[in-house]
């Protein structure tokens, strides 16, 4: 008898979930509670959330602009997490990664690029942040870690869902917040109990520009009380000009934290390995770990990312010892 084919949760395919779970280390409540796959035509559904994405009188979107989204028929997984502007309630802005990405437009050369998209979000609309649901067993991780209690009759969804961790976390300055450059990273590291947020890349964090008015993202000020700490925890990187770019990305965004009265610190990881989930995966899997049972291995990860996290810099070190050398 032929044995049945294993059932990933949100129809997530096997690729898609060993990304998640194997690739980038995330907890299975995480993968269950946030990341859904789609294909077909459901992700225009998702993406095209926007009054201002073009559509005739009818309704349906201009065949001009659907052109451009054509690879999201392929399929590929979606997230999604809690708005921090709506009472946690769940947010209609996610993150789309195809399996079949498009190649980026160079609107001043008006030629197509040689990068790859690889995240689509819902184009004409504002970028948002995410907050992951976390279930309770990973709530208990990070009230244990920070050792601050959790609250009475917390309420459990039949999904695993529990309800208020991000409020728990709002109200609690002393927890502080990790800040990373997406959402895989930022889920990583909620699963060995850091609080972290998913941002939209490196200048996810702050809006506005540095001439007028630039504050930090509406959804990260509800956590900017009490003189939190924000760890900003970017991806390492060797080319000089992308360098530059997370290096001012990074002070930027830090000044806006600075100037609602909380800390800042930054910390870079080692390298090679590019994110914060690819250099997790890479210590469960070295050589001195393969001898090491699953708990222990836990155990050793936990305690090198919580030193990685302890030697972070302040701002103003950051900005004078790793400043590029050259453009």
């Known amino acids: 008898m032929s044995k049945a084919p294993q059932q990933y949760p949100n129809n997530l395919t096997s690729a898609e979930y060993r990304e998640l779970a194997v690739g980038s280390g995330i907890h299975p409540d995480l993968i269950s509670l946030n990341y859904i796959h789609?294909?077909?035509?459901?992700?225009?559904?998702?993406?095209?959330?926007?009054?201002?994405?073009?559509?005739?009188?009818?309704?349906?979107?201009?065949?001009?602009?659907?052109?451009?989204?054509?690879?999201?028929?392929?399929?590929?997984?979606?997230?999604?997490?809690?708005?921090?502007?709506?009472?946690?309630?769940?947010?209609e802005?996610?993150?789309?990664?195809s399996a079949a990405p498009r190649f980026n437009y160079d609107k001043q050369k008006g030629q197509q690029t040689e990068k790859l998209v690889k995240y689509e979000s819902p184009p004409k609309t504002p970028n948002r942040v995410t907050y992951h649901r976390m279930s309770l067993g990973l709530w208990q991780?990070?009230?244990?870690?920070?050792n601050v209690p959790m609250p009475d009759n917390i309420i459990a969804c039949d999904d695993g869902h529990a309800i208020g961790f991000w409020a728990w976390v709002q109200r609690h300055p002393q927890i502080p917040i990790i800040l990373?450059?997406?959402?895989?990273?930022?889920?990583?590291?909620?699963?060995?109990?850091?609080?972290?947020?998913?941002?939209?890349?490196?200048?996810?964090?702050?809006?506005?520009?540095?001439?007028?008015?630039?504050?930090?993202?509406?959804?990260?000020?509800?956590?900017?009380?009490?003189?939190?700490?924000f760890i900003i925890l970017f991806d390492y990187e060797t080319k000089l000009k992308t360098r530059?770019?997370?290096?001012?990305?990074?002070?930027?965004?830090?000044?806006?934290?600075?100037?609602?009265?909380?800390?800042?610190?930054?910390a870079c990881l080692p390298g090679p390995e590019k994110g914060i989930d690819d250099w997790i995966v890479a210590l469960q899997n070295a050589d001195d770990s393969k001898k090491l049972s699953e708990l222990e291995k836990a155990a050793k990860v936990s305690q090198l990312v919580t030193a990685l996290?302890?030697?972070?810099?302040?701002?103003?070190?950051?900005?004078?010892?790793?400043r590029p050398r050259h453009r």
Request: charged share 20%; aromatic share 10%; hydrophobic share 40%.
């Open 38 to 91: 789609l294909e077909g035509d459901v992700p225009y559904s998702y993406l095209f959330i926007s009054p201002d994405v073009p559509r005739k009188n009818a309704g349906r979107v201009r065949e001009g602009f659907l052109k451009q989204y054509r690879h999201v028929e392929a399929g590929g997984w979606w997230v999604s997490g809690l708005d921090p502007q709506n009472n946690w309630e769940p947010m």
């Open 93 to 97: 802005w996610g993150r789309f990664k």
């Open 141 to 146: 991780l990070v009230s244990q870690r920070y």
């Open 180 to 229: 990373c450059e997406g959402e895989k990273k930022a889920a990583a590291l909620l699963s060995r109990g850091f609080v972290a947020i998913g941002l939209p890349g490196i200048w996810g964090g702050r809006v506005g520009n540095k001439n007028c008015n630039e504050t930090l993202h509406p959804d990260l000020v509800p956590m900017a009380t009490g003189g939190r700490k």
């Open 244 to 266: 530059w770019h997370i290096y001012q990305a990074i002070i930027r965004t830090g000044r806006t934290i600075q100037a609602l009265k909380c800390d800042v610190e930054v």
């Open 309 to 322: 996290i302890q030697d972070a810099l302040s701002l103003s070190d950051y900005m004078l010892l790793q």
